[in-house]
């Protein structure tokens, strides 16, 4: 009777190669470990046993499962950038529109200070000409002033009539 099967006969139940087995015990030292104690050789062939076959058998279907979740995580994750990537273009555009009104804004409101200036400026003229105004208006109103009053000093009164009686009587007399 025979020991177990070959390396051979186990990747073809388990559908891999001969060379996949011999790598996964390989670059799995514990597997190769575990096996240790299931292997004969005979002839110069390799028979493993019924346990060392289903631990070969499981060590591949925990390998099988773990692609498959890695296959289903890079999915997942691939998803997950592509929705990311959308979002960041979307945010991209949304940044692009408000540097736009931003510099919008900012013509607008240098334009504004400009106008503001020009009209700081305009308002400055209009009072520096109205206290010009004011100050050459008080000059000729004073000069007027001085005017009447040298008038007044200058021009005394002529009587139009002879005084009555009782005009001199009670009127007082201009020293000379």
């Known amino acids: ?6 390396y051979s006969e186990i990747a073809k139940e388990i559908g891999v190669s001969r060379q996949a087995i011999y790598q996964k015990i390989k670059r799995s030292p514990e ?3 575990r096996l240790q104690p299931f292997t004969v050789r005979v002839d110069n062939v390799v028979y493993i046993s ?8 499981t060590a591949f279907s925990d390998n099988v499962v773990n692609s498959g ?4 995580t890079v999915n997942s994750l691939q998803e997950t950038v592509n929705s990311l990537q959308v979002c960041l273009q979307e945010k991209q555009a949304q940044i692009e529109d408000k540097d736009k009104q931003i510099e919008l804004l900012t013509k607008q409101l240098e334009l504004k200070d400009k106008q503001i200036s020009d009209t700081t400026t305009a308002l ?4 520096q000409l109205h206290a010009a105004d004011r100050q050459k208006l ?3 109103e004073e000069q007027q002033k001085q005017a009447q009053q040298e008038e007044q000093t200058i021009q ?3 009587p139009d009539h002879k005084p009555r009686f009782w005009e001199r009587l009670f009127t007082k007399r201009k020293k000379q």
């Open 50 to 57: 019924e346990e060392g076959e289903s631990i070969l058998k």
């Open 124 to 127: 400055l003229q209009a009072q």
């Open 156 to 158: 005394e009164p002529e």
């Open 138 to 140: 008080l000059s000729i």
């Open 69 to 72: 979740l890695q296959s289903f």
């Open 1 to 6: 009777m025979m020991p177990g099967k070959t």
């Open 31 to 33: 597997l190769s470990t």
